[in-house]
């Protein structure tokens, strides 16, 4: 049975940007809840208890009950998640409220199962080409990933989006399925053979040349007279 997840929220009344910070100082999120048809509620909820929660699972969307002080409980979707820039700190929360009889579009995780014999047996690289596809589902069959089992992947070989398996009748991927979402690609060449090669072969004749002239010029300077070392030439019209 799917964990039925429980956020106690306050009411918010503090707006703008310097009241969202001094929250944030003090402990709490600043959020809001909006729907179809719905005016948006400012809500506000303790950071800690909310990261807590978010680190047991996969996904950030997810159902949740939203338990308003003195409002009653609102089930709704956690629908975006602000970080900031910098820090990857949580800012704000959006949340949607759903009817569990209407299907909802949201983006699912993709997840790796098993190790590809490209990898184990021929020395190749997996690529995880894809971080997640959307999917339109009902509120109460949503998941927080979806796990691709890539154990048969080959070096030169991949998998697509419409290799995905999941329940027809319960899910519509939406994200186009010729996309590729993981790829085993041949083990990259080591460089040091190549500069071994070089070096049998002789250094390039470029450099060569380049420091044989500065070689000839350091000889060239060494050996020309010094300006005071010339015979001085007699001055002309100057009395002896």
Not at 168 to 181: G, R, S
Not at 221 to 236: T, Y
């Amino acid at each position: 049975m799917k964990e039925q997840i429980t956020v106690q929220v306050e009411p918010r009344k503090e707006l703008g940007s310097t009241a969202s910070r001094r929250l944030r100082r003090e402990g709490w999120l600043p959020g809001i809840i909006y729907g179809e048809g719905k005016p948006g509620v400012n809500i506000k909820f303790q950071e800690h208890a909310f990261q807590k929660m978010l680190g047991r699972h996969a996904s950030e969307h997810m159902i949740l009950d939203l338990a308003i002080r003195e409002s009653g409980t609102r089930k709704v979707l956690l629908k975006d998640v602000h970080h900031d820039p910098l820090t990857n700190r949580m800012m704000h929360i959006d949340f949607y409220e759903v009817s569990m009889t209407r299907k909802v579009r949201v983006n699912i995780p993709i997840t790796f199962r098993g190790d590809p014999i490209g990898v184990t047996q021929n020395g190749g690289i997996l690529d995880h080409l894809l971080r997640a596809v959307e999917v339109e589902c009902l509120p109460g069959d949503l998941i927080d990933e979806i796990v691709v089992d890539v154990t048969a992947l080959d070096v030169g070989r991949h998998l697509n989006v419409r290799d995905i398996q999941m329940d027809p009748a319960k899910y519509t991927i939406l994200t186009a399925l010729e996309i590729a979402i993981a790829a085993v690609s041949a083990p990259r060449a080591e460089e040091a053979p190549v500069v071994a090669a070089v070096a049998a072969e002789g250094t390039p004749a470029g450099p060569e040349v380049l420091t044989a002239k500065k070689d000839e010029a350091a000889e060239e300077s060494k050996d020309k007279p010094k300006e005071k070392d010339k015979p001085k030439e007699k001055e002309k019209g100057k009395k002896g």
